[in-house]
């Protein structure tokens, strides 16, 4: 009999990801540091399992666009558009601090204004899909903890074109002004939609009255949305993310479709699982031991700062210092989008190779021990659900 060469490493990349379940649910954590453990260990620097780390990658892109798309069917597009004033200036603010921030470190090593600008603008982006995937295993999304981290990492999406821009500019590179009027197009389009689901707040889909009562189609007719928009929020230069985001809140608002969240969950959780198991991979577990104590010293500051800059500026708006202190833990870590941004660095010569290494590093480290970090803060606050209660431990349940 013929075996597939992928066999082997398919069964014992599940196998890895059901016994760190296992372990880490008898220990009441979430989930999400199981992938990103087995991507650790099964990755090309670590076992050496699976070898094909872009096949993940692309694959976890999917699971990314999944997470995103069932996020959107969850939210209010009205409560987002309330949110304004924490998306704009919590977000303008948490930028201009960060690279405040990295200016002292820059002035001391003699680093050129485009490295420092970069550096920040690396360090001033959280990770969408760690903090949303979190937020949903704690039923956290109708918070007003919440709605503030969503708005922000929806604001932080966006805020990657002026950053591409910006670096582009102070880099060998020069941005090229059609690229910038699209996503400028792209954006304005995603803004429009977002205003027209929350003007209607119900909506039928243009092939509901085609599609009748036909479940399995309407199945596809969602999927065919949610690709779609990606693909179209992808080819402007945006993330295919916010692209994901608005067609669950198209789909969401609309009333032939409600039912489709539970007949997609089990795809999005595969597809969701293999991204955290990606980002494992990219871990270099070689780079890190011959550099533990600049990596553990970055990873320390990123973690520690963002919390308190986010945190600080959320308390400037007026929440309350428990929620804002949660809200800044919860965008501690830096985000996905600041590989794009490492890469560019790289590209416009901004920064050196071991410096892309580097940052590679610590991004991957902040990713693997954010949840870690936040569940303390989380249950040293009693936030929540926990501080009514008296449990200061989620139930196995909640971290799935």
Not at 116 to 141: H, N, P, Y
Request: glycine share 8%.
């Amino acid at each position: 009999m013929h075996l597939d060469p992928i066999m082997p490493s398919l069964v014992g990349s599940i196998l890895a990801v059901l016994a760190l379940g296992l372990l880490l649910r008898s220990i009441r954590q979430p989930y999400v540091i199981g992938y990103l453990l087995a991507g650790v260990i099964l990755g090309p620097h670590g076992l050496g399992l699976v070898q094909d780390e872009a096949l993940v990658t692309r694959i976890g892109a999917i699971g990314v666009v999944l997470l995103l798309f069932f996020i959107g069917m969850e939210v209010s597009p009205r409560k987002l558009i309330d949110n304004w004033k924490v998306a704009v200036f919590g977000t303008l603010l948490q930028i201009i601090i960060s690279i405040g921030c990295v200016w002292p470190l820059g002035l001391f090593f003699a680093w050129p204004v485009e490295r420092i600008v970069l550096i920040g603008f690396v360090i001033s982006l959280s990770s969408t899909a760690v903090v949303l995937k979190l937020l949903q295993d704690w039923k956290e999304f109708d918070s007003k903890v919440g709605q503030n981290v969503l708005v922000i990492l929806l604001a932080q999406d966006l805020a990657v074109i002026p950053m591409l821009i910006v670096l582009s500019t102070l880099g060998n590179s020069q941005a090229d002004p059609a690229n910038i009027w699209l996503q400028l197009l792209g954006a304005g389009v995603m803004a429009l939609i977002i205003g027209y689901i929350a003007a209607k707040e119900t909506i039928h889909l243009p092939l509901s009255k085609v599609l009748g009562e036909d479940r399995e189609m309407h199945v596809f007719a969602a999927l065919c949305i949610c690709l779609g928009l990606s693909l179209l929020t992808g080819l402007v230069g945006l993330s295919t993310a916010l692209g994901a985001f608005v067609a669950g809140m198209l789909i969401g608002a609309a009333k032939e479709t409600r039912w489709v969240h539970q007949s997609l969950e089990s795809f999005r959780i595969v597809f969701v699982a293999l991204f955290f198991v990606s980002i494992g991979m990219l871990v270099d577990l070689r780079f890190i031991l011959d550099h533990w104590r600049q990596v553990s010293a970055l990873v320390l500051f990123v973690i520690i700062s963002n919390t308190f800059i986010n945190g600080g500026i959320l308390r400037m708006l007026g929440e309350t210092w428990r929620d804002s202190l949660y809200a800044g833990t919860l965008l501690s870590q830096i985000g996905e989008f600041s590989f794009v941004l490492a890469a560019v660095g790289i590209h416009a010569q901004i920064i050196s190779t071991y410096g892309y290494q580097m940052t590679v590093a610590v991004i991957s480290i902040s990713l693997l021990i954010s949840p870690l970090w936040i569940m303390g803060i989380r249950l040293l606050i009693r936030h929540d659900d926990t501080a009514r209660t008296g449990s200061a431990t989620p139930t196995p349940e909640s971290s799935v």
